[in-house]
């Protein structure tokens, strides 16, 4: 197996088990799977010309790829079923084209792959196929397809759930599915993949876009929330990933059961949904983030329900309590199907539940951008931080967010917010800031100085109030006193940073680590055009930030 598409790789690669735990056979098929998809494209691409489209398709293409994230599907017999679905709809397509006059012959060798009959069979023609980009380029192009092809995975996975909520654009599917037709195009240069890497950015910009129209027209709009972080005496539910759906569907199955929800991770912030909230036995967030809470999730004393991808999989010994949903397969592990959550009632009302009362503080989330814009009784929330920012109550904005994970180096975030000067506001979201969520930073003039913007795809909802900073002081994006001090882990966090490059922002500081798949020629790029830095300390950045 090669394996380098997360920050937590061994060195250039993970070439035997992957530190996620991703085994051999797993990657390979992971890698076979893109690579039918791969093929798919092609048609996809080929049948739009002709006016053959194909909406269940474009959806599929989504989950499929969606599938081969960090910590998603690690079930070969999930990840064979995808494969061969892939072909089957490759060949349906094929034949609608044909009739219709269209092209059917490429010279891609993916538009006519045919799955052997076994998965040790898919396994080894993983393996011939390796990771699916143009192996026959140098090593410039071949780190842009790449860094291409992870932005799509990433993209990909927000253009699921926002279609899941009934939200989707012909333009990001065909947007993603060109690019991955277009990784053996030899016509491509090294700049022509630089364009690609860009346009991929923008094309998650509109995923992320649509994800946001999906859940604030579902859940309504966050909205300031105090959210507790100790328990209540009764039976319990932990929900952790990012699918605000699920939760949904829980609360309503588990209505009126005497059973008690609590969210983990990135499902913080569903306690500043309007809809989501209303459910009082949604009482409260357990931990920190995944890997910080392995020995602690065994003493949750009810079971444990995954959403979407997570930092890490759970170890066997909690697999009897365990339950996953949609996308997120891991062998041994029971899949809640079709939204029934009827397996985690029965389970929890089998286990002990809290024995009694236990209050460890609270927290605040819900400054979307919703918040930050909109009218309040009060006045808008922006005016008021463009009022101090004039004022020198706040001298500089610090946005720390990204990826949690396991390798050493990120309690740097830990540290970078906590040594931040009094007179700075600091806007936060993704599992990162469980390093520092629960930390009080206190005030300035009734103003947290800490704000939850909410969950990795509402970098959209960051976005959208940088801009409009930038225009209540009429500077450019990087003319603002902001600073982006981001930690990354998988894939959905390369396209949000593709994402923060098609807008042009600049001097992004990033780590723990720059990515593997970035050869030093790419990063020269990257640092000669947006300035981008590896993080050093705490101390060191935060006064280059301030311009001391």
């Known amino acids: 197996?090669?394996?380098?598409?997360?920050?937590?790789?061994?060195?250039?690669?993970?070439?035997?088990?992957?530190?996620?735990?991703?085994?051999?056979?797993?990657?390979?098929?992971?890698?076979?799977?893109?690579?039918?998809?791969?093929?798919?494209?092609?048609?996809?691409?080929?049948?739009?010309?002709?006016?053959?489209?194909?909406?269940?398709?474009?959806?599929?293409?989504?989950?499929?790829?969606?599938?081969?994230?960090?910590?998603?599907?690690?079930?070969?017999?999930?990840?064979?079923?995808?494969?061969?679905?892939?072909?089957?709809?490759?060949?349906m397509l094929k034949g609608r084209i044909l009739s219709a006059g269209g092209n059917i012959l490429f010279d891609d060798p993916a538009t006519t792959f045919e799955p052997v009959n076994d998965i040790a069979g898919l396994v080894k023609q993983g393996e011939d196929v390796r990771l699916p980009i143009d192996w026959d380029r140098d090593e410039d192009v071949r780190s842009l397809q790449e860094t291409t092809l992870y932005g799509i995975r990433g993209a990909a996975a927000y253009a699921d759930h926002a279609a899941i909520l009934g939200q989707e654009d012909e333009e990001v599917y065909a947007s993603l599915q060109e690019k991955l037709s277009q990784l053996t195009d030899k016509t491509l240069g090294l700049q022509d993949w630089v364009?690609?890497?860009?346009?991929?950015?923008?094309?998650?910009?509109?995923?992320?876009?649509?994800?946001?129209?999906?859940?604030?027209?579902?859940?309504?709009?966050?909205?300031?929330?105090?959210?507790?972080?100790?328990?209540?005496?009764?039976?319990?539910?932990?929900?952790?990933?990012?699918?605000?759906?699920?939760?949904?569907?829980?609360?309503?199955q588990t209505e009126g059961k005497g059973i008690n929800i609590y969210t983990h991770g990135e499902m913080l912030p569903c306690h500043a949904y309007p809809k989501l909230k209303k459910y009082t036995h949604l009482v409260g967030h357990f931990g920190t983030a995944w890997q910080n809470q392995q020995k602690e999730l065994p003493d949750f004393p009810g079971p444990v329900l995954f959403t979407t991808n997570c930092i890490q999989k759970p170890a066997a010994s909690y697999h009897d309590h365990v339950f996953t949903t949609g996308l997120v397969a891991w062998p041994g592990i029971t899949h809640v199907e079709n939204g029934d959550f009827g397996l985690v009632i029965e389970k929890a009302l089998q286990m002990p539940g809290y024995s009694d009362d236990e209050e460890k503080g609270s927290v605040w989330v819900g400054y979307a951008r919703n918040t930050v814009l909109q009218e309040h009784p009060m006045g808008r929330v922006i005016d008021t931080l463009v009022d101090y920012v004039k004022a020198k109550k706040i001298r500089h904005f610090f946005l720390v967010g990204g990826c949690d994970g396991a390798k050493p180096g990120r309690n740097y975030y830990t540290e970078f917010v906590e040594k931040t000067p009094d007179d700075t506001a600091v806007l936060t979201l993704a599992c990162g800031k469980f390093r520092f969520f629960d930390m009080d930073l206190g005030a300035i003039d009734g103003v947290p100085r800490l704000l939850d913007v909410g969950q990795c795809n509402d970098a959209y909802s960051a976005i959208v109030v940088a801009a409009a900073l930038a225009e209540a002081f009429g500077v450019g994006l990087n003319d603002l006193p902001l600073s982006l001090i981001l930690s990354w882990y998988e894939q959905k966090a390369v396209a949000i940073l593709l994402t923060l490059f098609h807008l042009g922002l600049k001097n992004i500081r990033l780590g723990p680590t720059m990515p593997a798949f970035l050869t030093p020629n790419v990063q020269k790029v990257l640092v000669d055009n947006f300035n981008i830095q590896p993080i050093t300390t705490p101390e060191a950045d935060i006064a280059a930030c301030l311009g001391a």
């Open 1 to 91: 197996m090669f394996c380098n598409q997360c920050e937590q790789t061994i060195e250039s690669g993970c070439i035997k088990v992957g530190v996620c735990g991703k085994k051999s056979d797993v990657a390979a098929l992971q890698d076979l799977l893109t690579y039918a998809v791969r093929g798919l494209s092609h048609f996809t691409v080929s049948g739009r010309l002709v006016e053959v489209n194909d909406t269940d398709i474009n959806r599929f293409s989504m989950k499929a790829i969606f599938s081969t994230l960090t910590n998603v599907n690690f079930d070969p017999a999930r990840l064979e079923t995808l494969i061969r679905e892939a072909v089957e709809k490759r060949e």
């Open 195 to 252: 364009g690609l890497a860009l346009d991929t950015g923008k094309t998650n910009l509109r995923a992320m876009e649509l994800l946001d129209a999906g859940n604030t027209g579902r859940f309504g709009h966050q909205e300031p929330t105090q959210v507790a972080l100790g328990h209540k005496a009764g039976k319990a539910i932990l929900v952790t990933g990012h699918d605000l759906k699920d939760l949904e569907d829980l609360l309503k």
